[in-house]
């Protein structure tokens, strides 16, 4: 029953969803939206687990005093605050937990990201090699394109935005369109199996 | 407050920047501080996006179905026992058969008939250049394709349609590679733009 | 002179990598105190973004998605702040959603800065925000049964039935176009597989340089109107809605920072290739 109930709650889920698909009659419509309706309050609760996951992991390094103990609190703290703000202050513009966001949480993810620039220059010196003829068109098409996309490429060739519209729209959209197709092929045979059973890797362990 | 705000985003960003020097405690604190306030903020979304309106209200208003989704949220909390963890799949199963559906159906009508059906082209369009393009797109992604068959070995006429289908896939990994320096570089622009301008104002 | 030459490529070859850091710091920087204001011409799948906004009648109701984050904000903002400008300009309401956590307290900042601020537009006549949902694609084809059903309340916590905005509005069939701002997953792709091919409604995409080369089957195969790829479609964006931006300031600094990576990419096979075979020797 450990494995067979969970099974039978999925082949039902997946069931639903692709027969109001093929079904479009408003009382199986209507069946089919109310379990869509039960996966989004699940899915938010699943949020919640992972945030109760953060509280845990980080509480057991705190207690045993281990690697980075006393950054761990602040993350603690961090998430005490927000969770105060927001559920008893309210979370729209001009709120706390809004400017809370905007000074903090934002500034931070987007730094974060930022980052990225600076190792992506540093991985094209010193990890981007041409040592085969594939490579070659790899690395010709990226330069094309860096320098096409930009304003400067405008000034280099006039023509240089459409030449690389043409390398986007026919060879570039050809092996993507293959990727796509592919990926489609692979999406629907695991789906399938996920539906009648074969797949169960998301069941975890015993 | 709007200073004090500018002056804090300022301080957060160079903080997370100090990392490019080397890891040290302005960044390790941002950092710890970033996953702290992030988790609070998406729960306190939920909560007031999701529980209050999806799951409470329609409840107090007498929608006892809802009571199964609630409990099937609440039983994935016991992934935290060794007991009663087997009561988590439950749930688990609900979302990943949803999303089994969801990627038969998406990929099925929107990426596969689709595609295949945007790829069957006229091999002349009446003027040489569209036809080119045409015959260059069709049979790009054919040889593309035979590269990803490896139930047959890429030997003979399969082997030299794969190694054409690689100069396909060379050519777009080179534009993504492109669009993907151009998309990070964008990303330091923004926060490089806070600093001079809104933090600095050196820019007008 | 050989000798010295080689010595340099090996030097280089061996370059901490802070070095880089400071050279792709000035090159972003430099260009935005000291702008060169080089024009540039605007590409098809951009103009095709425009046009379809352009023609969607005035007083029609339109979805306007905003699925990203702070992440991808120096990209996606301005295409997000320019498409409200023109969904203004030309009177057309607007219902905004975002499937992204971090993407309501943006859409609320883009409504105060253009539709309170530049066009005096009233909450719940002109526009509503709906809020943020969770549930990726399942959200999207809710949405397909019943919007009220899956936003109850909006943002603000009024409940749905009560905004003018809303009145009548049950499903796709009642929005004439889907303008979708995508940071990532869920995000466009994830609009054409569940939305646009199963409900027929057209869609325009303004999404991030990373994603925008996927998107160029669905450009071809009509399942998508219009794409902003990035920076630079957003710069062209602004540059056809007519305002000058964040895309359009920081054009200068992409151009620089891309000539830049170029050369490294240049010197740092120079550099390997010439010290391998002295190696080799």
């Known amino acids: 029953m450990r494995r067979e109930v969970p099974i039978i709650i999925c082949f039902l889920a997946g069931f639903f969803f692709i027969s109001d698909y093929f079904i479009p009659q408003e009382d199986w419509t209507e069946v089919a939206h109310r379990v869509n309706q039960w996966a989004i309050i699940v899915i938010a609760f699943a949020y919640v687990l992972g945030v109760a996951n953060i509280v845990r992991v980080n509480s057991q390094v705190i207690r045993r005093k281990g690697d980075d103990w006393k950054y761990k609190i602040v993350l603690l703290c961090g998430l005490v605050l927000m969770l105060t703000l927001g559920i008893g202050l309210g979370i729209e513009r001009g709120t706390a937990f809004n400017w809370v966001f ?29 040592r085969t003829w594939t490579a070659a ?32 729209n026919v060879p570039q959209l050809a ?32 | ?154 030997k003979g006429a399969v082997g030299a349609g794969a190694k054409i289908g690689i100069w396909f896939l060379m050519i777009s990994f080179g534009a993504s590679f492109g669009y993907t320096v151009m998309s990070r570089m964008s990303l330091l622009i923004g926060r490089v733009y806070f600093l001079l301008g809104d933090w600095l104002r050196l820019i007008s | 002179m050989k000798d010295k030459i080689v010595r340099i490529l090996e030097y280089l070859d061996k370059l901490d990598r802070r070095i880089i850091f400071i050279f792709i710091a000035a090159a972003v920087a430099l260009p935005l105190l000291f702008p060169l204001d080089i024009d540039f011409s605007v590409t098809p799948p951009v103009r095709g973004f425009y046009d379809t906004i352009q023609s969607v009648p005035e007083g029609s109701k339109i979805l306007l998605s905003c699925d990203y984050d702070p992440g991808s904000l120096p990209e996606l903002w301005p295409m997000h702040v320019s498409a409200v ?98 940071g990532g997953l869920p995000g466009t792709k994830e609009w054409i597989l569940q939305v646009v091919s199963r409900f027929h409604i057209p869609l325009v995409s303004g999404c991030t340089a990373v994603v925008a080369p996927e998107f160029y089957p669905y450009l071809q195969s009509g399942q998508l109107q219009g794409l902003l790829g990035g920076m630079k479609g957003a710069a062209e964006y602004e540059k056809l809605v007519g305002i000058t931006g964040l895309g359009r300031r920081g054009m200068d600094s992409q151009s620089v920072s891309h000539i830049i990576v170029f050369l490294f990419i240049l010197i740092g096979n120079i550099a390997y290739f010439t010290t391998r075979k002295g190696k080799k020797k």
């Open chain 1, 102 to 130: 905007m000074n903090a949480i934002y500034p931070l993810q987007a730094t974060m990201f930022s980052l990225l620039a600076f190792f992506i220059a540093s991985a094209a010196f010193r990890a981007f090699r041409i």
């Open chain 1, 137 to 168: 068109l790899l690395g010709i098409t990226a330069v094309l394109v860096m320098i096409g996309r930009v304003p400067v490429g405008e000034i280099i060739w006039p023509d240089f935005p459409d030449f690389i519209e043409w390398i986007m």
């Open chain 1, 175 to 206: 092996a993507k369109r293959a990727i796509m197709i592919g990926a489609a092929l692979g999406a629907i045979s695991t789906g399938l199996k996920v539906l009648i059973g074969l797949e169960r890797t998301y069941m975890g362990g015993e």
């Open chain 2, 1 to 154: 407050m709007e200073l004090i705000g500018t002056w804090l985003a300022a301080g957060l960003t160079l903080f997370i920047f100090s990392f490019l020097y080397r890891d040290n405690p302005f960044y390790k604190f941002a950092e710890h501080l970033y996953v702290g306030i992030s988790a609070g903020y998406w729960v306190s979304l939920q909560y007031h996006n999701v529980f209050r309106p999806n799951l409470w209200d329609p409840l107090m208003r007498g929608d006892l179905t809802l009571l199964i989704p609630f409990a099937l949220g609440v039983l994935l909390f016991t992934r935290f026992t060794k007991k009663f963890f087997w009561l988590s799949r439950w749930a688990l199963a609900l979302i990943i058969g949803i999303f089994a559906g969801i990627a038969i159906i998406g990929y099925g009508t929107g990426d596969l008939i689709r595609q295949v059906h945007a790829n069957i082209l006229p091999l002349w369009t009446g003027d040489w250049l569209g036809s080119f393009n045409n015959f260059l797109l069709i049979f790009g992604v054919l040889t593309a394709l035979i590269y990803f068959f490896f139930s047959k070995e890429h």
């Open chain 3, 85 to 182: 400008r023109q969904l203004c300009q030309k009177n057309i309401k607007i219902v905004c959603t975002q499937l992204w956590p971090a993407g309501s307290p943006l859409a609320e900042a883009a409504f105060e800065e253009v539709a309170l601020g530049e066009f005096n537009k009233e909450y719940g006549v002109d526009f509503v925000n709906l809020g943020f949902k969770e549930g990726r694609e399942v959200v999207m084809v809710s949405m397909g049964t019943s919007i009220p059903k899956t936003f109850p309340t909006d943002y603000h916590g009024n409940r749905v039935e009560d905004l003018p905005i809303m009145e009548g509005m049950e499903n796709y069939e009642d929005l004439d176009l889907i303008v979708n701002i995508s």
